[in-house]
């Protein structure tokens, strides 16, 4: 028995398109091939995942799954009637990783004209946080197949040139006609007719180009970009696949990542802390001095507005963090240790926070609330 698509995806089934768009990103980011080498387990449920938002994203499709669950789709009008695939997942779906990513919805299963897709091919670029915050452009090496010199087909038969042949199924909503592929020419909706010495059985070759990617500032490890027609050559006039590309970001010495905020440890002295100081910070684009005042507590955090990430979609910048650290020397010579020992007995140096002084466990749930 197929699972709820709702329970799927983590939603209730009064949930908004923006909260199912939303889950399905967490659950595709969650369970993406990439993360999960190997794993037959996380790939199904990847393709779960992409099942219940095409019919759940749709309002039509979710009515009717509202009202006949799962029977609604019974006899080729699923997700599974068009014979998709991990592919077609990735390039359908890429909208949901970022309005610059990817594109496009499902297409319609049926149709009368059906042009036959190259292969997809999938890569890894890595960037540091100042390509992510500046966005990027990276010239790629890529192997890809395209057609051979001199290659020929001819119109599939069985199917007639579309990729695909009609069956009608009576379901609990009436007759319905689906698509299935077309098992003679595998959707292509051509046969090869003359295939070149050295190409393959669909008469490819491989051939290695230079693929420049423009990445935008403000995107995020996970998310997945799409290069059009940069992909595999399909057979004959089909359309040539996409070069999807996978964002991961290297760790930085000096900030660390959080959506569009950036952290930033400030280590200063005991001395430093009591006197309080003038510190200059090198950000990823110039630098700024801050002044820490005199009795500063560690553990503070002080918030630069604006001194962060760029956001994907150009709603402005994050902030920067900076977090004030103030240093214990590990060891002190003779004069060091009798004065610290003298102020042992002066109140001043006896710990006595107000209100305003946050505990650890204070500042840990402020920053999970």
Request: overall charge positive; hydrophobic content about 30%.
């Amino acid at each position: 028995m197929k699972e709820d698509y709702y329970k799927i995806l983590g939603v209730s089934k009064s949930a908004s398109a923006s909260e199912i768009k939303k889950a399905y990103r967490k659950k595709a980011l969650q369970y993406h091939p990439d993360k999960n080498p190997g794993d037959a387990n996380a790939e199904q449920q990847f393709k779960n995942a992409a099942e219940a938002y095409e019919i759940l994203s749709d309002q039509q499709k979710r009515q009717q799954y509202d009202q006949f669950g799962h029977a609604a789709f019974e006899g080729g009008q699923g997700f599974g009637s068009g014979g998709m695939n991990m592919e077609d997942i990735f390039s359908q779906f890429g909208d949901i990783f970022g309005s610059a990513f990817g594109g496009g919805g499902f297409s319609g299963f049926g149709q009368s004209h059906y042009k036959s897709k190259g292969g997809n091919l999938r890569i890894r670029v890595q960037l540091s946080i100042k390509e992510v915050a500046h966005g990027v452009e990276k010239k790629i090496k890529v192997r890809r197949k395209v057609q051979a010199p001199g290659v020929s087909y001819d119109t599939c038969r069985t199917c007639e040139g579309k990729g695909q042949v009609m069956r009608v199924t009576n379901t609990i909503l009436g007759r319905m006609q689906s698509a299935s592929t077309c098992p003679k020419c595998n959707g292509s909706g051509q046969i090869i007719s003359n295939r070149p010495a050295g190409s393959d059985a669909n008469g490819m070759v491989e051939q290695e180009e230079a693929v420049s990617i423009k990445i935008p500032a403000g995107v995020e490890e996970g998310m997945q970009l799409k290069v059009t027609g940069k992909g595999n050559e399909a057979i004959g006039n089909g359309i040539t696949g996409d070069l999807l590309v996978l964002i991961e970001e290297s760790t930085d010495d000096n900030f660390v990542r959080e959506g569009n905020h950036l952290h930033f440890d400030l280590y200063i002295s005991i001395a430093e802390a009591a006197l309080g100081v003038s510190r200059e910070i090198n950000l990823l684009e110039g630098k700024v001095r801050i002044k820490l005042e005199s009795g500063i507590q560690s553990g503070k955090t002080l918030r630069l507005r604006g001194k962060g990430l760029p956001d994907l979609n150009g709603y402005g910048k994050g902030d920067l963090l900076v977090h004030v650290n103030v240093w214990t020397p590990k060891t002190l010579n003779k004069e060091q240790k009798q004065f610290f020992q003298k102020m042992l007995e002066d109140d001043n140096f006896t710990p006595n926070p107000d209100k305003s002084d946050k505990s650890f466990f204070e500042k840990v749930k402020d920053m999970f609330a």
